[in-house]
């Protein structure tokens, strides 16, 4: 168990596990980032009369652009996250600055939970989504690239046996 305590849980509520997206899609983002630093270097080895006046300037402006887009790009990764406590399993959803959604399936509920692997790069790398059908209005939840996701899938489908049959969580 984890001792995290988040301002959300219930007082009969234990931390069983937290999980972040993989960091593979947090690379790919900075990599994105990276590409667009390098494009005027680029734009300049293809024309460097018209352009080479212009390239400090531009670094000038690119280069805290970039470092402002590698924080938030970070930021905006490490402030979503997955938990999986003894009564539901909980979304956190969070832009800095603009808002925070949460949205969870409790044990109860949940009717089926279905891993998803969205592309054969997923599978390498190590992730999955994990679909996770509820009875009710909300019908479905989606964990979006889980590190480990079989795992997890493995540990809420224990929970929600270990809840039916009344024990205290492992």
């Known amino acids: 168990m984890i001792q995290t305590r988040f ?6 509520e234990v931390v069983l596990s937290f999980h972040r997206r ?3 899609l947090l690379a790919l983002r900075l ?12 734009l300049w080895v293809f024309s460097p009369a018209s352009f ?4 400090p300037l531009a670094y000038l402006f690119l ?6 887009l ?11 996250y997955y938990v999986v406590t003894n009564k539901r399993v909980v979304h956190v959803e969070k832009v800095m600055l603009l808002y925070e959604e949460r949205s969870e399936a409790l044990l109860g509920r949940i009717q089926n939970v279905t891993l998803v692997s969205p592309h054969a790069l ?20 989606v964990l979006t690239a889980l590190p480990q996701a079989e ?8 929970q929600m046996e270990r809840s039916q049959r009344g024990e205290a969580p492992q």
């Open 7 to 12: 301002s959300w849980l219930r007082q009969d």
């Open 22 to 24: 993989h960091p593979y």
């Open 31 to 42: 990599l994105l980032v990276a590409f667009l630093l390098t494009l005027p270097a680029a």
């Open 52 to 55: 080479g006046r212009l390239l």
């Open 63 to 68: 280069s805290p652009l970039a470092a402002l």
């Open 70 to 80: 590698f924080m938030w790009f970070y930021l905006d990764w490490q402030n979503d």
């Open 122 to 141: 997923a599978r390498i790398v190590g992730f999955a989504n994990l679909v996770i059908e509820t009875a009710g209005a909300k019908g479905k939840m």
């Open 151 to 158: 795992r997890v899938q493995e540990e809420i489908l224990a």
